[in-house]
């Protein structure tokens, strides 16, 4: 094993970092595990038990819960390289994009571990460029909450949550899957926007304030399908607003934005779909709903790995807090319409014989809905404009609303003079 200085060095402070590390500390809180890092040129260790993390002596991959491979100059890019490539930002994305490295572990042991490998690879990226954009002037006072009833989607004593500011014409947004409306309170908080535009965004059944989706006392599993989530936006559009509104969702609440557009033509009056999806399988997990997952703790992890890099990090935690709060199943069930049933190439060919304008915005670094799988959807619709979103991740809006902000305010502008 031939000695590579430059990787040791880079390597052991990284691991010195994580030792050190509360965010760390807590997300391995009540586990004993090892991890296996290997390179042509070094082996590395690294455990947690009941006193926190420690470097160990090295040891065969075989004998850790998580061994992970890749030669010399790959762990170095990991480490070093900045700015960040897409494929490089985190433990999922390599996972998934990233051919230079090899993981094993048992699933259930790698599902444990998840928040412990993202925060990992977080921490290699510390120190790097940061994403920057002029802060928004935003007042929380803007936003206020309601509820309304909405019949069958929700149990008895389940009406719908949402929430509005501003004055004009109405823009209405979808949250992503497994999350809610908070998602957006930056943007219902943008006081330049609320000015010209009234803003709604609403919690579905079974997230945020909302409460619990129809048939939860009796035991029925959450599934949710394209025709009950479209049911459950017209009705928001036909009792809450009243009148044709933009729709701007993300990922799962962008594919709806499209079938909105495509079914429901007279109450849409433009789409703004952030990070469209063509089609997106595999991202259903049955470890997202198991009993033996503390899913607070693993379905943040699993959408971090979504997260643009130069995103600030508070941004970045709180985009992965909504989904800390999740009701179990929910998450997984939201799934079955996004990953399953979803089809962009069918409700894009619908788009395309109607005149609603779209916009379709996409993050450099989204690898559920990735900038090229959102190209093919925009190449089926005539009316539709596209841009990829540099420094951007799966949340646009959350993650870095102040990144986002120009995007969005470019698609309204645009929209304002489209509007029929």
Known sequence: MQDNKELNAAVDAWLDDAV?????????????????????????????????????????????????????LAWLQLLKADPVEPGWQSFGAI???????????????????????????????????RAEA?????????????????????????????????????????HTAGADSRQFRHQLSDVEVARDWKMYAFDMPGHG??????????????????QAYLDACVQFLEQVVKAPAIVMGCSMGAAMSLVLGARRPDLVAGVIALEAPWRAPGRRSPLLADARVNAGLHNPSYVRALLS??????????ACWIYSQAGFGIYSGDLGFYSNEFDGELVGRELARTDVPVYLLTGSYDYSASPDNTRKLAALVPQAEFHEMA???????????????????????????QMR
Request: glycine share 10%; aromatic share 8%; hydrophobic share 40%.
């Open 95 to 129: 996972i998934r994009q990233n051919e230079r490295f090899s993981v094993t572990g048992e699933p259930l042991r790698l599902a444990h571990l998840l928040p412990c490998l993202e925060r990992l690879v977080e921490l290699a990226h510390r120190g790097k460029r």
């Open 20 to 72: 050190a590390d509360a965010v760390l500390a807590r997300a391995a809180t009540g586990l004993s595990a090892t991890l296996a890092l290997a390179a042509p040129s070094g082996r590395w260790r690294l455990a947690v038990g009941p006193h926190g993390w420690a470097v160990q002596p090295g040891a065969p991959a075989d004998a850790a819960d998580v061994a992970i491979e890749a030669d010399d």
């Open 209 to 226: 304030r909302s409460g619990m989706p129809a048939g939860w006392s009796d035991g029925e599993a959450y599934l949710l399908t394209q």
């Open 134 to 174: 002029p802060a928004a002037a935003r007042d929380m006072a803007l936003i206020q909450g309601r509820y309304t009833v909405h019949g069958a989607g929700h149990s008895p004593v389940s009406p719908v949550y949402w929430e509005e500011s501003g004055a004009g014409a109405p823009i209405v947004m979808l």
């Open 391 to 417: 420094d951007l991740g799966h949340f646009p809006m959350s993650e870095n609303p102040d990144g986002f902000r120009p995007y969005w305010l470019g698609a309204l502008a645009r929209l304002r003079g």
């Open 309 to 318: 890099p130069t995103s600030p990090q508070a941004y970045r935690d709180e």
